[in-house]
């Protein structure tokens, strides 16, 4: 039975056994590899999805925007069955009443032709906006995919070192028969068997230890993945750790950040736009220009006289009516003044940020780059450290058999086995989270198409 499949077995075996139900049967069925966890993750996360909205609502926002440059249309009407009025007549010199009914429809058009370009800035601004909020939106998967696949290793990575906690107790197990069946031959003394026994309740211990913390990264991994939390997932094997993955310079790294990061790219955006908005302050300096137009027809019927009725009225009884309208506020009490200088603190404090972020990240790559340059090394040196363990415990146990080395010698060869075996494997995972850390640095992690 290979490791991956007793690591498999494991996993099983360390989350809580609940019956799936509902959405729970869905992951029940199959072990998910790392693109089917990000897949997941990317339906499921939350901020993915707040991400999303804020895309389509900055698409309304244009669609606003352009309406601004259409005319605006409004129809109003309005029926009265009876009104009656009564008042002093000066003609017939006493009071007098009338009953009337009415009615009226009007259609009103209004399109402004100038308004200082408030409105054309108001249009860049959402136009640089959109194209901000889907960088923003790519930038969050990138860090969903990222998040999720550190999830992932280091889901695996406690699994590795639980099995590896698991053979160091069987071993220690094996041992402690051994001195067993030497003690009662004579060859070994009782100090050698209980030091045996304690020894072996230490690695009972460790191998605790190492089952505790495999459960909750892979109930870690469970909450990202924002499933049915009574769902019993499997992870596939996990995929090729390579030992000298290729690395370009900090110099092209750095350049392909600044090429390739959202998060920059959207920063940018969102300083174009904040310009676009000083620009829309200012137009309130100007004098706004309306072409306006309207049509409407209305009557009235005098139900005590003789009068058309409001048929005949509303069908040969019409007007209309074009115009121009200037308005220019001259003083508004330093209102426009105020929203200007708003906006400009505005815009230079995303320029800010940008510039900040940029620096951010060649600081970023510098220090992701050599924690990648150093987990390399750990490989190199954790490889020469296992050879020399192995060597040495083979040593000390053919010696502790024969009756030429003691229980400290051999408790310390398998302590260093042990640590030498873990660290081989911390490192090889390290390796590809620092991997995964420098591509998420430089914009360049891989998505699978989001459903």
Known sequence: MTKATLFLLSLFALILS???RGAAEEYNTKNLTLEECVQIAL??????IKAERALKLSGS?????YGKFLPHVSASSSYSPATMQRG?????????????????????????????????????????????ARHTLARAYETIAYDITQSYYQALLEGEL??????????SRDQLKLTGRQFEVGLKSMT??????????SRELVLIQAESRARRSTLELLRRLQIDPESTIGLADPPALGTDLPVNSADSLTARALRNRRDLKASERNA??????????????????DASFSVGTGGTSYLIYDSPTIQEQL??????????????????????GYTVQAAKISHLNSMQDYDDLQRTIQIDIQQQLGDYNSARTEIITAETSLKAAEAAWNAVRRKYELGAAGFVDLSAARSTLFEARSSLTRAKYNLALQKNILDYTTGSIPLPPVQ
């Open 192 to 201: 050698d068997l209980y030091q045996q026994q304690a020894e072996t309740a």
């Open 61 to 65: 926002d244009v669609l606003r925007n």
């Open 88 to 132: 002093w007549s000066t003609t017939s010199g006493g009071y007098t009443k009338t009953k009337t009914e009415s009615a009226s429809l009007a259609l009103t058009a209004t399109l402004n032709l100038f308004n200082g370009l408030s409105d054309y800035a108001s249009l860049k601004a959402a136009l640089s906006e959109k194209k901000s």
């Open 18 to 20: 609940y019956p799936a």
């Open 272 to 289: 174009r736009a904040l310009k676009w908005k000083v620009t829309s302050a200012r137009g309130a300096r100007w004098p706004s220009l």
């Open 43 to 48: 339906q499921n996360s939350t901020s993915g």
């Open 315 to 336: 069908e040969n009884s019409g007007n209309y009516a074009v115009s121009l309208n200037l308005n220019w506020s001259i003083f508004d009490g330093f209102q426009t």
């Open 162 to 171: 639980m099995l590896i906690a698991r053979e160091d107790l069987r071993s």
